[in-house]
């Protein structure tokens, strides 16, 4: 099956436009990340709203080969701002990525209800992280990676405490790192 140049043309097209997307958002949310901005709250499934973000992730995905798992508990609605949260699913989910080895990353991502929460955790196979970078992660600036500005998960952070959330993170170098978010149940 050999794709002809036209649906290859479209391919990059749509890689080209999704990660113009999402600069285009990370450079907004920088200019304002110092503010309280404000939230426009809908219903959404938690679990539509993982598959949309790893949609927008799809062409690292691909290109690095991860293995999605997915545990999704059968319906957890959430109250949320969808594409502020998409963006901070979608700064874990890349971090992620590129923490795992091409062709042997797996990326598993639960859902769960706890209580009157919904529970997202994600959770990556990759390089971890030390007690100095772990004890680093949310601060504005620092990053480990050769070509990152430290503001993702800053950002990430924010946009979660926002939604009266939270955000914890275990990791252990050479075995992985997981994220857990916790979000009120709509």
């Not at 798992?69 to 971090?95: G, Q």
């Not at 992985?176 to 709509?186: D, R, S, V, W, Y």
Request: negative net charge; aromatic residues 6%.
């Amino acid at each position: 099956d050999i794709a002809t140049p036209d649906e290859n043309m479209t391919y990059l097209f749509d890689v080209i436009d999704r990660n113009s997307n999402r600069i285009n958002k990370l450079i907004s949310d920088l200019l304002h990340s110092t503010k309280f901005s404000e939230l426009n709250f809908s219903r959404l499934a938690v679990n539509n709203l993982l598959d949309e973000t790893l949609a927008m992730a799809k062409d690292r995905i691909d290109l690095n080969k991860v293995q999605i798992k997915k545990e999704y508990f059968t319906k957890i609605e959430i109250n949320i701002d969808v594409e502020k949260m998409k963006i901070a699913f979608l700064n874990v989910i890349i971090n992620a990525i590129e923490a795992m080895e091409p062709e042997r990353g797996i990326l598993l991502i639960t859902t769960q209800k706890e209580g009157s929460n919904c529970i997202i955790t994600i959770q990556d196979n990759g390089s971890g992280m030390d007690e100095v970078s772990l004890s680093k992660l949310f601060e504005p600036y620092f990053t480990n990676k050769p070509n990152g500005n430290g503001l993702g998960l800053a950002n990430t952070q924010n946009i979660i405490f926002n939604h009266k959330g939270s955000i914890h993170v275990s990791s252990e170098t050479g075995k992985g790192t997981t994220f857990k978010i916790t979000l009120a149940e709509a």
